[in-house]
């Protein structure tokens, strides 16, 4: 008896023809050629970035000018919130011009 798997034909290559393989280099040649850089996902990005950063420095100034009473513990509160709150719009704004780069290598043969 042999020792072919079942749905295995037994070839080193899949059961993929040459021409296949032609092909499919052809299509990752082909998708590794073109640019890498979307300057729309950029731009969607920078936008996204910089709204979030100004809605939550707004929230933070609104939060922060109705509960002061006095300015005791205010400044530790206002860097806390800074920081958050870039880190927030920063990682927000990669995520956002990553996922709308990446929308037109979906349509792409090679997938």
């Known amino acids: 008896m042999t020792n072919i798997q079942a ?6 290559n899949g059961g993929l023809t040459d021409i296949d393989l032609i092909d499919s280099e052809r299509a990752l040649n082909e998708a590794n050629s073109k640019h890498r ?16 950063l100004v809605v939550l420095g707004t929230l933070g100034v609104a939060i922060g ?23 927030i719009s920063a990682y927000m704004a990669g995520y956002t011009a990553v996922r709308a780069g990446n929308q037109g290598l979906a349509s792409s043969p090679a997938c």
């Open 65 to 87: 000018a109705s509960t002061a009473n006095s300015l005791t513990g205010l400044g530790i509160g206002a860097i806390i919130w800074t920081a958050l709150t870039v880190l």
């Open 37 to 52: 850089i979307s300057w729309a996902g950029i731009f969607v990005g920078l936008i996204t970035g910089v709204t979030l």
């Open 7 to 12: 749905g295995s034909t037994g070839s080193r």
